[in-house]
Structure formats: C-alpha cells, structure tokens
C-alpha cells in the first residue's frame, strides 16, 4: 500500500471507518441505496443517480418514484415524449438537461447493449452525462462489484479527517481535490472492504454531523482521530 498520499496508517483508517460505520447504521439510506436495496436494477440505480445530481434526496425521490411508477425500462422511457419526461423529474435541479440525458442514454442501450446496462466502468463512463461517480455507484449498487463512488461528501470528509491530502499545503485554506482525483488515491491507500461502503457511510456523516459549514464536531466518534483539515468553526 502506497502511503505517500495519506496523513494516517491504514490501521488508522481502518480504525475511523468502523467507528462510523458502527454509528451511521442507524441513520437514513441514501437515496440510491434505498432503491438498490428494495429493486436491486442497475437501470433504476442509473437513472435514479442521473436525477440526483446537484439535486437533494427528497427531490429526487419524487422525480424517480413518478417516474419509476411510470416506466422501468429503457424501451418504456423511450416512449415517453420529451416534454413529459420533463414533466415527470420536474423537481430535480436541470430537469431539461437530466431528460435529454436520460432519453439518450436509454437509446443508447437500446442500440448497443440490448437494454441491459453493461457492468464495466470504462464502457458506462463512455454514455453522456455518466462520469465516474455515477458510474462508481452503478458498478457496486447494481452489481456489487468492487469501486469507490466518491461525492461531495466522500471528497470532503476523506479530506477533513486526514486520509486523502488536500491541494495548497502552504495556504491555510483547503482546496478539494476533484472527485475523480481522490478516487484514485483511495483506490491506492483504502483497504477494499471500506470500498463499496465508504460511499454511505460519509453520505450519512456528511448529512447528519460532518457538514460541510460548522460541523458538529461535539457529536463526533472520531474526534480526536480526525485531523479538521479545514475546519474554521465548529458546533
């Protein structure tokens, strides 16, 4: 394992990630998580990852569940006019944009992959509007196979506590890496079975105590393990 990245041992991570993992059980799924966990679809798991980007669960869980209740298929959401799929997911942030998204996605597995969506990351992350976060998401939620789904939180939180580095090391403020950069170092430095649940795991965290503004550190497990790389204020 390669530890130039990380400011603590893997014994260390190992350590902070079963601790929140022991104490995030018990607060809400995120909302991909729960759709895997009632219909465990890998086209469901797509779409419902394409409405929530940029878009809070509660909003995209109206969108897919008017959808979902409508069409469940590419072939069925390819019958529904553009203008009506707009309609459907009104409630996500960049509902033109997501549908137009969603309908060429849909053709695009219609035409090449019968229908099915392909369980290989560089061939998901080769259909428009699907990088590798969601594709991430796809990969171990529809098909449990091995990837690290990293979203704002997961890219902030590894970065607060200590476990991926932060840009700037002589500036005073943080600045995040982009996703898709922290991915790759996490893949390099994490122990695999933190791969598939660090992702719900600092979602929950994320939500509830490590907030992006004055987190709640009073209410942290991990307090004195976590570095508060960027922390100014905190409750």
């Not at 909302?31 to 909003?59: C, N």
């Not at 796809?138 to 580095?165: E, M, N």
Request: glycine content about 4%; aromatic content about 6%.
């Amino acid at each position: 394992m390669n530890l130039k990245y990380s400011s603590l041992s893997p014994e260390k991570i190992d350590i902070i990630l079963t601790r929140l993992s022991q104490v995030t059980k018990e607060l809400k799924d995120p909302l991909v998580t729960s759709i895997s966990k009632t219909r465990k679809d890998p086209f469901l798991i797509l779409i419902a990852t394409i409405l929530s980007l940029r878009t809070k669960d509660e909003l995209t869980h109206k969108a897919s569940q008017l959808l979902f209740t409508r069409a469940d298929t590419p072939a069925k959401i390819l019958a529904i006019p553009l203008v009506e799929l707009e309609q459907l997911i009104f409630s996500v942030g960049f509902y033109r944009q997501k549908a137009k998204t969603i309908h060429e996605i849909c053709k695009k597995l219609i035409k090449e992959y019968n229908g099915k969506v392909p369980d290989s990351l560089d061939e998901l992350t080769n259909f428009k509007g699907v990088g590798r976060k969601t594709a991430n998401l796809v990969i171990t939620k529809g098909f449990d196979k091995p990837g690290i789904c990293v979203d704002v939180h997961v890219a902030r939180i590894t970065q607060r506590i200590g476990i991926v580095p932060i840009k700037g090391e002589n500036d005073n403020k943080p600045v995040f890496h982009d996703a898709d950069r922290v991915e790759m170092i996490l893949r390099e430095i994490l122990p695999k079975k933190w791969w598939i649940p660090i992702n719900d795991i600092l979602v929950r965290w994320g939500q509830n105590i490590c907030t992006p503004i004055s987190p709640r550190c009073s209410q942290c497990v991990i307090y004195d393990s976590c570095l508060k790389i960027g922390v100014q204020k905190h409750r």
